[in-house]
């Protein structure tokens, strides 16, 4: 098991190297920080010293090993349309991200998996082939349109719930929340739901189709056959069997919420990275897009370390390797 694990977290500093040299590439040769940083009415004198100031004057190799030295210690450049350190200006809107994407996925995977159980058990009851049918809707619309499509439902025309921004935050040390305010949980409820439904409807529908395979195989029907009761068959031993492949895509599916939140962020004004990442490319601010390129593959790396190591702990054979 050791082995494995130190095997995992080799592969995953690799991955972070390859990140590392791709986010330097889009740091150093996509616009000029002098013009974004000195305005272009600076002297060739005062670039000249700022290039010397960033190492822009030093060798490429090298450069890059001071680039990757400053992420290892949190320094990821200034921001050019900001001009304040990229680290800060992630660290602000990090925690709205990370609240929107951990409701979405601890919804869209308890949703998922109740459904996906009641769908595989009563599969053919009318109310499993009406799930069955909505969940199409997850799978087939764009996350924008369903956005809109609640945004008119529920803010225009029921005017139940607001269609954009965060509501009212409070402090909680250095973390900035709205999940304490009610008008904080009325604004995220609908981003929560837009970013949420098509990995619910995804993972319904893998554990539907995982239980219903367990639950054609020969030990299912041979602890039946010993008198085990319906619900420790259900439950202790094929929803066990079915979580594997559905940990795989949830863990997964998490990482891409976070990275791909922002067609959310941007059709409800969530004040996210997301947000922060689609308004840097409009005005090219390389800095924090390099720094979203890290911020995202640290994410996939953390997240695909902790799908490991549930399957140590789902699997069993897995500790033999």
Do not use: C
């Amino acid at each position: 098991m050791l082995a494995y694990l130190l095997r995992r977290l080799g592969q995953s500093a690799l991955v972070l190297l390859a990140v590392s040299l791709i986010a330097f590439m889009v740091f150093r040769h996509i616009g000029d920080p002098t013009i974004s940083l000195l305005g272009e009415d600076a002297t060739l004198e005062e670039r000249a010293a700022l290039n010397a100031e960033l190492g822009f004057d030093k060798p490429v190799p090298l450069q890059y090993l001071n680039y990757v030295g400053k992420v290892v210690q949190g320094d990821l450049g200034i921001s050019y349309r900001l001009k304040r350190p990229v680290s800060e200006v992630i660290a602000e809107r990090l925690p709205a991200t990370l609240e929107l994407a951990l409701l979405a996925s601890v919804g869209a995977l308890a949703i998922g998996l109740v459904l996906g159980v009641y769908t595989a058990l009563r599969s053919e009851g009318w109310l499993s082939r009406a799930v069955m049918t909505g969940s199409l809707i997850g799978v087939s619309l764009p996350t924008f349109l369903i956005g809109i499509g609640l945004i008119y439902l529920f803010a225009v025309e029921l005017r139940w719930l607001p269609s954009f921004g965060r509501g009212t935050t409070v402090k909680v040390g250095a973390w900035e929340t709205g999940l304490l305010t009610a008008s904080g949980w009325s604004a995220i409820i609908l981003p929560a739901i837009t970013l949420g439904f098509y990995n619910m409807t995804l993972i319904m529908r893998l554990v539907r189709a995982e239980m219903l395979e367990v639950l054609r195989s020969d030990y299912i029907r041979f602890g039946r056959a010993r008198g085990l009761r319906e619900k420790d068959l259900y439950f202790g031993h094929a929803l066990r069997n079915t979580l594997i492949p559905v940990i795989t895509i949830a863990g997964l599916q998490i990482g891409t919420l976070i990275a791909f939140s922002i067609v959310t962020e941007t059709v409800f004004q969530w004040p996210g990275v997301g947000l922060l990442f689609i308004s840097s490319i409009q005005g090219v601010d390389v800095p924090l897009i390099a720094a979203y390129l890290m911020f995202i593959a640290l994410l996939y790396v953390v997240i695909n370390l902790l799908v490991d190591f549930l399957y140590l702990a789902v699997d069993p054979r897995l500790r033999r390797r």
